[in-house]
DNA sequence: CACTTGGGTCAACGGTGTTGACATAAGCTC
DNA sequence: GAGCTTATGTCAACACCGTTGACCCAAGTG
């Protein structure tokens, strides 16, 4: 027998076994044992298997986390729990991104949140606003680097060479300011400028707090 | 006769027109009087076309601008700009987002930017990590709202309904600060937040600047 | 017993990116 | 000009994809 949360269990693994693209209704079918279409008796279509995806990596990201009281310190460690999932399950953040669930994991998150932000010291409006870019910033970032990494490891070697070999050979007089800082460029450019945004970011909360 | 560029702008074209996921090597074919494979005599595969796609978006993107000596209007400006045409083209925009180009109007456009922090009287460093987090941030941002505005209106409209419905509707004893501020957050919603976010950005900037 | 209903299977439709063989026209060398 | 190479477009086919509708059978219910 099958069950939603079968269903969510084997698509998760199979999104995090064959990496983002490989998850098809006919590979979820054999994963399951069962014919691809058996899937359709619990999700109308596969947006709504996504979305219901995208709600169970909401929940398993709240799952372990206790606010502290210091807002700099939870907003941090969220933003870092939220990407470090959303890493693991390329394919799911594409959707947990874009659009909005409505499930329970997701209210959860959203008043966990806004309560930061209040506790914080923010109004409520200010609370609204604020959580409205950090979770965008957040989930952009996400989705950002999960599609950076979702490719082969081939393809993003190549990536890379491409930085080392095209910016670092440029003629000094027509880009003077790439050539200036070209082995800084290179080398920052390997990892995620995602961390370095949320510390601006949250410098700028505080900014406004005072 | 065929041609890069004919291909690009026919491209382009569709993608305005059909939407996001219109672009197919067979309509772009049957869009250019031509066997879809032809097109393979010019990009290799889909993914080499969409790289060219993305150069010249951002070619477009820096087509019109002058720098004007104010780095935080000018980095404002681009922003908008380079937001302005990523949702004008959605599909694109996935595109120029994850993966680096390494074509000539993508260098043109580093270089700007890079001399634009630099001139705002950043060190070397500095202006290459903050380049960084803020092409990373624009493009992200431009993707996440190209995504949000990619579907059908219908698609759109039921997703605003489930925002109205659900969350004007919690129990505030459950969800107090979601309560606190409903009406704010489905008003907050509806539109992005990314002038807002690039604005907490720039000033997070100018704070380091000091 | 008859009958509905939930849940799995099967074949099929129209779509996708991509490949390899084939045809034809252009341009170059002898 | 003849012959050959190279560029360019066409065609059929492959292996996928999401989704639909018909079918079938076991379980539960009147």
Redesign the interface.
Known sequence: MLSEDLIVDTSLRLIELHGAEGLSMRRLGAALGADATAVYRYFANKHQLLLALADELIGRTFAGFEPTGQWQRDLRTLAGLIHGVNLAHPRAA?VV????T?RPHE?AA??TI??IL?GAGFT??Q???H???FI??V???S??DS??CSGDKAELAA?TA??RE??RE?PAGQ????A??AD??VA??RH???E??VE??L???A??LD
Do not use: D, K
């Open positions: 594409a991104t874009a659009r909005v409505g209210l959203v008043e806004i309560g209040r409520p409006a609370a609204v606003r959580y409205h870019c965008s910033l989930l952009a970032f989705a950002l599609a950076m990536e491409t930085w095209v910016y440029l880009y003077p300011n790439i200036e800082g800084l460029l920052q450019m995620s400028p995602f370095a945004t601006l970011f410098s700028a909360l900014a406004r």
